[in-house]
């Protein structure tokens, strides 16, 4: 007989998957990052910076403010622990994972190469010249390849031509990023960058399908199939076949999750057989709108009740929460959201609305002034201002203005 796990447990077996409700470092340092990075398995890369780009958010989410430095150093140069690829969308992840995703890029091989006009197959030319750069000079952004080609008056395509170029290299393999220049992309050859038993055959697709829904379903705690899935960007017939192979060896545990399948009815989940149980769990954290958390929208909503959409691409006047709303976490409820701003001339972190969820706790502003004003220290920034946008404004700015009050004198 299938157990039964309630949406509350549910939800607390998934946030303690994800490493939150223990007890951080005072000072968190490489071992804790470490952890964060080896817990996730990958950290989603994003453009905007209006608050803090999105790979650094989850570990400042668990671990409050560390030093960024140390996952620079993680994710960047041919020495780094990590290597970016396209694994939910593009992502760090741990080094000894980029063998499992070879399954992929020969994916992305039969796609560019295609005969129904695959890029890689239209521009063999183009493609070899950029290795013979890479070769003859190591890595380099794609702004400088058209820097160079333009100063020796080379063979030239264009630059939208050679950028979608190396980016269909980046997805095959036959190219690596080593690292990000003003967030451009610097290009390696695969043996300029990675260790050589990582460039090795790497495993059947099935076998590495297995490791990573193992992966994903360690990180997610409890999950249905398609948030195994969505995890590392799969379909679900990919993942079926593992998820049956892991029950068969006790790695993944079916459950049944009342209100988490259509029209409210219970649903087949499953559960890592190391998942811990918490009973409660206490903290207060931003999220990243691309932290596993929430990245995935359903699961969001099964877990959370909390309808969430990223509004930076809504035209302002159809803006509802903000242009980079990020959710509220408190204690194992999504409570609310806040549209941060780091305004780095004026020192300011600039909250441009704040809105409470429905049955939010009354006293979420109190407890989450802290967290703001430990995300203010850790952007380098002075104060903390509400602009008054949202109907949690007026108890932030109140909170705010109690928790920077003088004492009473004795």
Same mark, same amino acid.
């Given at each position: 007989m ?28 490489t ?6 990075? $080896? ?11 209006v608050? +803090?780009?999105?790979?650094?958010? !989850?570990a ?9 430095g ?7 140069g041919?020495? =780094? ?6 694994? @939910? ?14 399954? /992929?890029?020969? #994916?992305?091989r ?5 005969e129904? =006009? =695959?890029?890689l197959s ?7 010249w ?10 380099? !952004? ?17 630059? %939208?031509?050679?950028? /979608?170029?190396?980016e269909?290299?980046?997805?095959? =393999?036959e190219v690596?990023?080593?690292e990000r220049?003003?967030?451009?992309r610097?290009?390696?050859l ?8 990582l460039?090795? @055959?790497?495993?059947? #697709? ?16 409890i ?11 799969? /379909? ?19 459950? +049944?999750?009342?209100?988490w399948?259509?029209g ?13 149980r918490?009973?409660?769990? +206490? ?5 990243? !709108? ?10 969001? #909503? ?22 980079? *709303? ?5 204690d ?6 806040? $549209?941060?701003? *780091? ?6 972190? /600039?909250?441009? *609305?704040?809105w ?6 009354? $006293? ?7 967290v ?10 002075? #104060? ?8 949690? %404004? ?8 109690? *928790?920077?009050a003088? !004492?009473e004198?004795?």
């Open positions: 299938v157990d039964q796990v309630s949406p509350a447990l549910a939800r607390r077996i998934a946030l303690a998957a994800q490493g939150f409700g223990r007890t951080g470092a005072a000072t968190p340092g071992r804790q990052l470490a952890g964060v990075v $080896d817990r996730l398995g990958l950290l989603q890369i994003d453009s905007v910076n608050f +803090e780009r999105s790979h650094y958010l !989850p400042f989410s668990r671990l409050g403010r560390y030093d960024r140390l996952l620079d150093r993680m994710a960047w041919r020495q =780094g622990r990590l290597v970016e690829y396209w694994a @939910h969308q593009a992502a760090f992840i741990p080094r000894e994972l980029w063998p499992l995703f070879e399954f /992929r890029r020969a #994916e992305y039969r796609e560019g190469t295609s129904w =006009g =695959g890029w239209e521009n063999p030319g183009l493609a070899a950029l290795r013979a750069e890479l070769a003859e000079n190591g890595p380099m !952004p794609a702004s400088a390849i058209e820097h160079d080609a333009n100063e020796r008056r080379g063979p030239w395509w264009g630059w %939208s031509d050679a950028k /979608r170029t190396l269909w290299m980046f997805r095959t =393999g690596v990023c080593v220049r003003r967030f451009e610097v290009y390696a695969p043996e300029q960058a990675l260790e050589p038993h460039l090795e @055959h790497g495993p059947s #697709e099935p076998d590495a399908v297995r490791v990573l829904v193992e992966r994903a379903a360690a990180a997610l705690g999950a249905t199939a398609a948030d195994l899935a969505d995890y590392w960007r799969m /379909r679900q017939a990919e993942v079926r076949p593992a998820i049956a192979d892991l029950v068969d060896a006790g790695v993944l545990v079916p459950v +049944e999750v009342p209100g399948g259509n409210g009815r219970a649903a087949t989940a499953w559960m890592h057989r190391d998942a811990r918490p009973r409660r769990l +206490e903290g207060v954290a931003l999220l990243s !709108p691309f932290d596993p958390v929430v990245w995935f929208r359903p699961r969001t #909503e099964r877990l959370f009740d909390f309808h969430y959409r990223i509004e930076i691409y809504t035209p302002e006047p159809q803006r509802k929460f903000g242009y980079y *709303s990020l959710p509220v976490l408190v194992d409820r999504v409570v609310g959201r806040v $549209d941060l701003k *780091s305004d780095r001339k004026a020192g300011v972190l /600039r909250v441009q *609305s704040a409470a969820e429905p049955g939010a706790p009354s $006293d979420t502003a109190e407890r989450l002034v802290p703001l004003r430990e995300a203010a220290d850790w952007q380098g920034l002075d #104060e903390v201002v509400v602009a008054g946008r949202g109907d949690l %404004s007026p108890a932030l700015s109140a909170a705010l203005g109690r *928790s920077s003088a !004492p004198a004795v």
